[in-house]
């Protein structure tokens, strides 16, 4: 996982439209995969990613990125995990508050809402 995670650090420390990110199309493979169809491993991937202490450029793509998709895909599978991390782990519970509701049920966002740590997010 850690490789994947600097990976995903590098990818998105390029440019968008840069060929130079070509060579990354695995690890847009492994997220999307994550995501999608094992919400736990894309979970996983959002914590190592963390422990890098990537930019807060990269940190709001995480946030918006494969966190948010995941909860808005699988919020009732992984929510109590998310709450969990978001109480032992300053670091996820000031990630989580770059999350938006996106096509969350309304529980699931009164949870996340519940532990996320909105310092430092649009202003806060």
């Known amino acids: 996982m850690k490789e994947v995670a600097k990976a995903w650090i590098e990818m998105w420390d390029i440019e968008l439209e840069n060929p130079a990110r070509d060579r990354y199309d695995w690890v847009d493979d492994f997220e999307y995969q994550a995501v999608y169809e094992n919400p736990d491993l894309a979970i996983d991937l959002v914590l ?3 422990k890098y ?3 807060n450029s990269t940190k709001e793509v995480l946030a918006a990125g494969p966190l948010e998709q995941v909860l ?3 919020g009732t599978d992984i929510i109590e995990r998310v709450e969990s991390l ?11 508050g770059g999350v938006w509701q996106n096509s ?3 529980e699931i ?5 519940s532990v996320w740590n909105r310092s430092g997010w649009d202003g806060n």
């Open 53 to 55: 202490a990537p930019s």
């Open 86 to 96: 978001a109480k032992s782990n300053p670091d996820f519970a000031s990630l989580l």
């Open 109 to 113: 966002w009164l949870r996340v809402q």
């Open 104 to 106: 969350m049920s309304t």
């Open 72 to 74: 808005a895909n699988h």
């Open 48 to 50: 190592e990613v963390l």
